[in-house]
């Protein structure tokens, strides 16, 4: 089982570019969401999506973007990067949002911001 | 505004050792209480915690979860090299516009000397 894959593992970025990190999933799973983790923050929310087609903002979701297009994939866009989005973005999935069921986690991107 | 706290923040101790990990909330709508372990990558789920007072065990961990006094524990008895990681708390919103949402702790960082 795949489970939550995210690419690329590694990127770096000049300050203004813009990128799209990637997510998929293999479990049917309809609830999908975005973190980023940042030392002595946790894990903080930035966006996060229901089902196909629908998405809403997280904790932090200025300079990003979401889109849900199919069920399986939920890629995250930085419109113009800034080193303040220097961070390591994590993926997850669950089978629905209730929080009967555990969010899984993709591996994660460590991105830097230039 | 949801909170998540843990503590301690981090815990040096050898192995053998019996530990536990503390975590408070205040979540509105709340649905369960989820406790991970990340290690180099993605955050490996542990448990879920729904109902309060009933333990929840594997192998040498086991959680439990108050609602009245919003709190949970995670104990970890005959510490070995390999638990040592950052366990990571969240609580889950299951209402309203903050569905599914988790919200982190700040992560406590175990270390196992041999």
């Known amino acids: 089982n795949a489970g939550v894959t995210q690419t690329p593992k590694f990127q770096v970025l000049k300050t203004g570019q813009s990128m799209t990190l990637q997510c998929a999933q293999d479990?049917?799973?309809?609830?999908m969401s975005w973190y980023r983790q940042d030392p002595g923050m946790g894990l903080r929310l930035i966006h996060y999506?229901?089902?196909?087609?629908?998405?809403d903002q997280g904790e932090v979701p200025n300079g990003y973007n979401v889109s849900r297009s199919t069920t399986e994939d939920f890629p995250l866009r930085l419109l113009s990067a800034a080193p303040s989005q220097t961070s390591v973005y994590f993926c997850?999935?669950?089978?629905?949002?209730?929080?009967?069921?555990?969010?899984?986690f993709g591996d994660g991107t460590r991105l830097s911001i230039l | 505004e949801d909170k998540v706290v843990q503590s301690p923040l981090s815990l040096v101790v050898h192995e053998g050792d019996t530990v536990t990990l503390n975590c408070s909330y205040e979540?509105?709508?709340?649905?369960?209480l989820l406790w991970y372990k990340q290690e180099k990558k993605a955050p490996t789920f542990l448990f879920m915690l729904?109902?309060?007072?009933i333990e929840k065990k594997s192998g040498r961990l086991s959680s439990i979860l108050d609602k009245k006094e919003l709190f949970s524990i995670l104990n970890i008895t005959a510490t070995q090299t390999g638990d040592s990681a950052v366990y990571l708390c969240?609580?889950?919103?299951?209402?309203?516009?903050?569905?599914?949402?988790?919200?982190f702790g700040q992560g406590t960082i175990l270390t196992v000397h041999p």
């Open positions: 979540v509105t709508n709340f649905r369960s």
């Open positions: 997850a999935s669950s089978r629905t949002g209730s929080g009967d069921q555990p969010q899984h």
């Open positions: 969240a609580a889950v919103n299951a209402g309203g516009t903050s569905y599914g949402k988790l919200t």
């Open positions: 729904t109902s309060s007072g």
């Open positions: 479990m049917n799973h309809e609830y």
């Open positions: 999506s229901v089902g196909a087609g629908i998405t």
